[in-house]
C-alpha cells in the first residue's frame, strides 16, 4: 500500500504539468461561454484558489513559453479546434503549451468566455495577499495565467491539493490501460471502488461497497469529508475505517448522495490503482517515465 496520493506532494514541475488540465475541467462549467451558464467566476475559481492560495504553483511548469506558444496565430487556433484530443505539448524548452491571448480567439477556439475569465484572473488576485501562480487550459491552449510571488513557468514546489488532480488523471490512465488489456484487473470509473480494495475488508461500513470509483475522486463518496474535522494522515487503519475513529469507519453520507470535500477519497483511488495495475508506485514508473520521454 504505497501509492499514496500524497506522496506526490514533493513533485517536480513535470507533475504539474497533468494538474492544469484536471483545473481546467473543474473550471470549465463557470467560464465556457458555449453551455451560457450563469456560475459567477468566484464560484468557478474556488478549486482552483485551495491550491494556489496555500503557496501550491497551480499549473506550476505549464508556461505559454515562447515560440509557437505565444501568439495565439490562425494555425494555433486551428489546432485548437481540430487536434485538442491529440494534442500534446513539447517540452518548455521547445515553446511549451500553446497560448491564446485575443479575446476572440479564446472564445472561438476554446469556447470560453474571456470577461469571465477577467473576472476571475482580477477575483484571484483580490481574494487573498498569498503567493499564488493559476493556469487555466481548454482544449490544449493556455487561456489564462495569473500569479503573484510563484511562477508557473520556472516553480517546483509542494503541490498540495493539486495532487488530487495528477492522482486523478494517473487513475484515468490505469483505467484506459485496464481495458486494453494491459494491466493485472480490468477496472471502470462506474466499477465498485472497493473490489480494488482488498485491504479495507472487511468494509467498516457497509455502504462503502457501493462507492463507485468515479466517486473517490468526484467528492461524492462520503468517506471522511474535511468537513467531519477528519484528520488528512495516516496510519493506513486510521484511513481504510480500522481504527474505531467514527470519522472513518461510518460515511457522512450515502455515496453518491452528497458531495463533501474528500482527500480521504483519493487515498483510497490510490490504492484503486495499485491494485488494478499492480504497481505500487505508478506514478513514477509509467506517468513520469513517459513525461521525461
Known amino acids: 500500500m504505497h501509492a499514496v496520493q500524497a506522496t506526490l506532494k514533493g513533485s517536480t514541475v513535470s507533475a504539474v504539468r497533468v494538474v492544469v488540465l484536471a483545473v481546467s475541467a473543474v473550471l470549465w462549467a463557470g467560464l465556457c461561454a458555449a453551455e451560457g451558464t450563469r ?34 496565430s490562425a494555425a494555433t487556433g486551428a489546432a485548437a479546434r481540430g487536434a485538442a484530443e491529440d494534442y500534446f505539448p513539447p517540452p518548455e524548452s521547445q515553446g511549451g503549451w500553446r497560448k491564446l491571448d485575443n479575446a476572440e480567439d479564446i472564445r ?27 493556469v487555466v487550459i481548454r482544449r490544449g491552449c493556455i487561456v489564462l495565467e495569473v500569479e503573484r510571488g510563484n511562477s508557473s513557468r520556472t516553480d517546483a514546489r509542494n503541490i498540495k491539493s493539486c495532487a488530487k488532480a495528477v492522482c486523478a488523471t494517473v487513475l484515468a490512465i490505469a483505467s484506459e490501460e485496464s481495458r486494453e488489456g494491459r494491466t493485472p484487473r480490468k477496472m471502470t470509473f462506474d466499477s465498485p471502488a472497493f473490489d480494488f480494495i482488498p485491504w479495507a475488508r472487511p468494509l467498516s461500513d457497509p455502504r462503502k461497497a457501493q462507492i463507485k470509483v468515479r466517486q473517490l475522486f468526484n467528492h461524492t463518496s462520503g468517506l471522511a469529508p474535511e468537513s467531519t474535522g477528519a484528520r488528512n494522515a495516516g496510519p493506513w487503519e486510521y484511513v481504510l475505517g480500522h481504527s474505531g475513529d467514527p470519522k472513518t469507519e461510518r460515511l457522512a453520507f450515502d455515496p453518491g448522495t452528497d458531495l463533501g ?33
Do not use: Q
Open 261 to 293: 470535500y474528500s482527500t480521504h477519497g483519493l487515498y483510497h483511488a490510490a490504492l484503486v490503482c495499485e491494485d488494478v495495475t499492480g504497481m505500487p508506485y505508478y506514478l513514477t514508473s509509467f506517468v513520469f517515465v513517459g513525461i521525461a520521454a
Open 39 to 72: 456560475a459567477a467566476a468566484p464560484s468557478g475559481a474556488a478549486a482552483a484558489t485551495g491550491a494556489a492560495a496555500s503557496g501550491a504553483a497551480a499549473g506550476s511548469g505549464a508556461a505559454a513559453g515562447s515560440g509557437a506558444a505565444s501568439g495565439a
Open 108 to 134: 472561438r477556439d476554446a469556447g470560453m468566455d474571456p470577461d469571465k475569465l477577467a473576472a476571475l484572473k482580477e477575483w484571484l488576485l483580490a481574494s487573498d495577499t498569498r503567493n499564488f501562480a493559476a
